[in-house]
């Protein structure tokens, strides 16, 4: 079974710059080992358990800004 980061590893590899879906991973792991390990798959946010509505929302609205 492959998880999330072999995803987005997957989904990166089949996709140009200019056209890179935004990514945002919610997960239990937050140590910065965890961070970096997300962003080098190829998550461009990191946001961990349990998250403020507030954030989530400030985040996903980042994410919106990556795709203009």
């Not at 989904?11 to 239990?28: E, F, G, I, Y």
């Amino acid at each position: 079974m492959k998880d999330r980061y072999h995803l987005i590893t997957e989904v990166r590899a089949l996709q140009s710059d200019a056209a890179k879906t935004p990514a945002l991973v919610l997960t239990a792991f937050a140590g910065e080992k965890d961070i970096q390990h997300a962003h080098r798959a190829g998550f461009d946010l990191h946001l961990a358990k349990p998250v403020v509505a507030r954030k989530l929302a400030l985040a996903i609205a980042q994410l919106g800004r990556l795709t203009h």
